[in-house]
């Protein structure tokens, strides 16, 4: 995909919109995901109330490409601001590596809070190239917004699956995607 179009569609987009940003980076397309970097003073704004706004401005980024280039699916555009997003992905693997300790420690499978497509694909990606974590595997199960990632060693023999206690705090309240 072009990134100058890409900027040029979002800088386009946030013209039209009560925000300032002073630039628009985009990063070359690594593992099929083109990052966008927001500049700005204000990116508190931009982001919005647990990122909605940011999740937004990326929504309707990635609907008009789709529509100028006559995609069938959506691109994989990540758009970022002030770190977000790349804060939000680094606790989630952090979350990751915790539960591949209590998987590691008591053999038994368990399943992650419910998250976005996004975050777990994120996850998915994190254990599969993780050398630290060629021991486990992932998948996804569930339907729709319940959807999760349960994690299991690879040579398991069975074991109990646990689920998530929704009344402690997971860390996995608050992700946007």
């Not at 100058?4 to 569609?9: F, P, V």
């Not at 909605?52 to 601001?81: C, G, W, Y």
């Not at 777990?120 to 595997?137: E, N």
């Amino acid at each position: 995909m072009d990134s100058a179009m890409i900027k040029d569609t979002i800088g386009t987009l946030l013209q039209h919109l009560p925000f300032v940003v002073t630039e628009v980076k985009v990063e070359a397309e690594k593992d099929g995901v083109t990052r966008v970097e927001l500049i700005s003073p204000d990116p508190s704004r931009i982001i919005g109330w647990h990122g909605e706004t940011l999740n937004a401005i990326q929504h309707l980024a990635k609907s008009v490409i789709r529509s100028m280039e006559n995609m069938d699916r959506s691109p994989f555009i990540v758009v970022d601001i002030d770190g977000y997003r790349k804060s939000q992905e680094d606790k989630v693997c952090k979350i990751a590596e915790q539960k591949a300790d209590f998987v590691r420690r008591t053999g038994n499978r368990i399943a992650l809070a419910p998250m976005s497509p996004y975050f777990r694909r994120i996850v998915h990606l994190y254990v599969a190239s993780s050398p630290s974590l060629q021991d486990l595997t992932t998948e996804s199960v569930g339907e729709g917004e319940y959807r999760q990632i349960v994690m299991k060693l690879k040579d398991e023999k069975g074991g109990e699956e646990l689920s998530p206690v929704m009344a402690e705090d997971t860390g996995l309240e608050n992700l946007d995607v």
